[in-house]
């Protein structure tokens, strides 16, 4: 959020979905990187993992490269709809903050990907979905 759209707020750590590779080589990089930088081993996590299951299948074609000089390591973001997703679902206090950043600057193709989010969510979530229609019913949208 901060890296990529410009969110203010202080944050203790980095949320992580790995999608491939090698995971207990970036395990002890990032336990590594956390001794030598004086950093919480939990400095970076994967609990978004627990959510990762609204993703559709197509997220992959909205993730955004971070341009970072890294060897051997991609990083990418979510696309606006997958992110706000995600924290309208978790909606703890910094999430509503990020949800202020994100959902005025939607074009209308991120409704419209947001909107469908909901209903592939509906599918094996019906609770996660009516959360997120409450959520943006709440916030002027109108969902058929």
Same mark, same amino acid.
């Given at each position: =959020?901060?890296?990529?759209?410009?969110?203010?707020?202080?944050?203790?750590?980095?949320? =992580?979905?790995?999608?491939?590779?090698?995971?207990?080589?970036?395990?002890?990089?990032?336990?590594?990187?956390?001794?030598?930088?004086?950093?919480?081993?939990?400095? =970076?996590?994967?609990?978004?993992?627990?959510?990762?299951?609204?993703?559709?299948?197509?997220?992959?074609?909205?993730?955004?490269?971070?341009?970072?000089?890294?060897?051997?390591?991609?990083?990418?973001?979510?696309?606006?709809?997958?992110?706000?997703? =995600?924290?309208?679902?978790?909606?703890?206090?910094?999430?509503?903050?990020?949800?202020?950043?994100?959902?005025?600057?939607?074009?209308?193709?991120?409704?419209?990907?947001?909107?469908?989010?909901?209903?592939?969510?509906?599918?094996?979530?019906?609770?996660?979905?009516?959360?997120?229609?409450?959520?943006?019913?709440?916030?002027?949208?109108?969902?058929?």
């Amino acid at each position: =959020m901060i890296l990529h759209f410009g969110a203010r707020r202080a944050t203790r750590d980095v949320d =992580m979905l790995i999608l491939r590779g090698d995971t207990g080589e970036l395990r002890q990089a990032i336990k590594s990187a956390a001794q030598v930088r004086n950093l919480p081993e939990d400095w =970076m996590s994967d609990a978004a993992k627990g959510f990762s299951d609204i993703l559709p299948p197509d997220f992959q074609k909205r993730l955004v490269p971070l341009p970072l000089s890294l060897q051997r390591l991609h990083v990418y973001v979510l696309g606006r709809p997958e992110q706000a997703a =995600m924290k309208i679902v978790a909606l703890r206090e910094q999430d509503l903050e990020d949800l202020e950043l994100l959902l005025p600057s939607m074009s209308e193709a991120d409704r419209e990907t947001l909107v469908a989010i909901m209903r592939h969510v509906s599918t094996f979530r019906p609770d996660w979905a009516q959360k997120i229609r409450y959520f943006l019913q709440e916030q002027g949208w109108e969902i058929e």
